[in-house]
Each structure stands twice: as C-alpha cells, then as structure tokens.
C-alpha cells in the first residue's frame, strides 16, 4: 500500500504560482511513476503531468506545456507539481497518483493509489 497526501494548494490570481507537494508514505514509493490529475466540476478527471522512476521520463498536458513542472525528490518520497503563469482555466482540485510500476499511463482508471485533492482556486 502507498498512502498520498497533497499539499500546496490555495487561492491565487492570474499569472501567480503555486506549488504543490504530495508525500508518500507505506511502501517504497521510489519504485512508482507519478502523476498529478485535475478536476473541475462538471468535467473529467485529467492527467496534467507525470514522472517516471528512472530516467526520469516526464509528460505534461498540452494545455500546461512550458508552466507547469513534475520534479520528485525520492529520499524525501515526495512529488512536486511546480505551477507558474496560473490561468483561470487551471481551477480544480489535483490529486497526485500512482500506478503500480514504473510507468505513467493518461487514464485515471491505470493509477491504484490516490491521494485525496487539494484546491487550487485561480481568479481572473
């Protein structure tokens, strides 16, 4: 079993930064890929970013390509999503998750472990 907890998340204006974290605890978490998903009321949750294991091989959202950055420290068994340049658009709750393995997939339904969201809130 992996446990995920987010943090990070809040109120910001358009063009502003966040970044968030999502701790890991439980099983070796240094042997998964990662991902962080987002979902706004009414739509499908939706891969924005991930990272491998090794490599680290990264993929982003189209729709956050050049703003948004997946790092992870495995000693600290932590993920981070780095977001600059905020857009309205960007409000949603992320989840971080993770598939068993190490590699990423952009459908929700391949990740097992799931942490509960945090809020992010742009305003224009």
């Known amino acids: 079993q992996v446990q995920l907890v987010e943090s990070g998340g809040g109120l910001v204006q358009t063009g502003g930064s966040l970044r968030l974290s999502c701790a890991a605890s439980?099983?070796?978490?240094?042997?998964?890929?990662a991902g962080w998903f987002r979902q706004a009321p009414g739509k499908e949750r939706e891969l924005v970013a991930a990272?491998?294991?090794?490599?680290?091989?990264?993929y982003y959202a189209d729709s956050v390509k050049g703003r948004f950055t997946i790092s992870r420290d495995n000693a600290k068994s932590t993920v981070y999503l780095q977001m600059n340049s905020l857009k309205p658009e960007d409000t949603a709750v992320y989840y971080c998750?993770?598939?068993?393995?190490?590699?990423?997939?952009?459908?929700?339904?391949?990740?097992?472990?799931w942490g509960r969201g945090t809020q992010v809130t742009v305003s224009s």
């Open positions: 998750a993770a598939p068993r393995g190490n590699y990423y997939y952009t459908a929700a339904s391949r990740y097992e472990y």
């Open positions: 439980g099983r070796t978490f240094s042997n998964y890929a």
């Open positions: 990272i491998t294991w090794t490599g680290p091989s990264t």
